[in-house]
């Protein structure tokens, strides 16, 4: 199995930005997708970023398109999400998943198509 551990999560103002590191350990990633998901308070977790490792075919929420970037670094194994332009509705526990039935030309986007979760980090967007 897979294991995720995600970092990078903090407290920053409207319009800056961060950037949320995914590391995986245990197997290879090779095959797999990869996702970021969020759940803020009150809200079901909802599908943020994807991109399967192996072709780096990205998919985004609406919500974010424009202003996230996920990308992955296959010499460490780790997926990152780069999130400009933030806002306060941005604010969420911010999730990594891996999917190790992905295909290789399609993003995973539901959360039961995942296999594998990291234990989620903060993110704080203030006016």
């Known amino acids: 199995q897979v294991q995720l551990e995600e970092s990078g999560g903090g407290s920053v103002q409207a319009g800056g930005s961060l950037r949320l590191s995914c590391a995986a350990s245990g197997r290879t990633v090779s095959n797999y997708g990869m996702g970021w998901f969020r759940q803020a308070p009150g809200k079901e977790r909802e599908f943020v970023a994807g991109?399967?490792?192996?072709?780096?075919?990205?998919s985004y929420a609406d919500s974010v398109k424009g202003r996230f970037t996920i990308s992955r670094d296959t010499s460490k194994n780790t997926v990152y999400l780069q999130m400009n332009s933030l806002e306060p509705e941005d604010t969420a526990v911010y999730y990594c998943?891996?999917?190790?039935?992905?295909?290789?030309?399609?993003?995973?986007?539901?959360?039961?198509?995942?296999?594998?979760w990291g234990r989620g980090t903060q993110v704080t967007v203030s006016s």
């Open positions: 991109i399967t490792w192996r072709n780096t075919i990205t």
């Open positions: 998943a891996a999917d190790r039935g992905s295909l290789n030309w399609k993003v995973p986007t539901a959360q039961s198509e995942y296999d594998y």
